[in-house]
């Protein structure tokens, strides 16, 4: 069993920074490949950010491309999510999932584990 602990959220203005991290406990944290998603009011959860098990691997949804970066430090079990350039539309409570499987993935469905989730609002 794994549990996933998300820290960073918090307000921010259009066009500034935040760093999300997410901890594990519970579980060999190595052997997850880790994702970021994110749900606003009245949306369905969306892809943010994935990362492979070793860090080496890495995808992005399309709204967030060149500006977030996905990351993992397997030896502090934590993985984190450098938001720059933040958006309005950025604004959301952000999930933190781990799952198992070989292959990077974006859909919800194949991450087993997740966080609480943490908010961020951003503004215009």
């Known amino acids: 069993q794994v549990t996933l602990v998300e820290t960073g959220g918090g307000l921010a203005q259009t066009g500034g920074s935040l760093r999300l991290s997410c901890e594990a406990s519970?579980?060999?944290?190595?052997?997850?490949?880790m994702g970021w998603f994110r749900q606003a009011p009245g949306k369905e959860r969306e892809f943010v950010a994935t990362i492979s098990w070793t860090g080496s691997s890495t995808l992005y949804g399309d709204s967030v491309k060149g500006r977030f970066t996905i990351s993992r430090d397997n030896a502090k079990n934590t993985m984190y999510l450098q938001m720059n350039s933040l958006k309005p539309e950025d604004t959301g409570v952000y999930y933190c999932?781990?799952?198992?499987?070989?292959?990077?993935?974006?859909?919800?469905?194949?991450?087993?584990?997740w966080g609480p989730g943490t908010q961020v609002t951003v503004s215009s």
């Open positions: 999932a781990a799952e198992a499987g070989v292959l990077l993935t974006t859909f919800p469905g194949n991450f087993e584990y």
């Open positions: 519970g579980g060999t944290f190595e052997n997850y490949g």
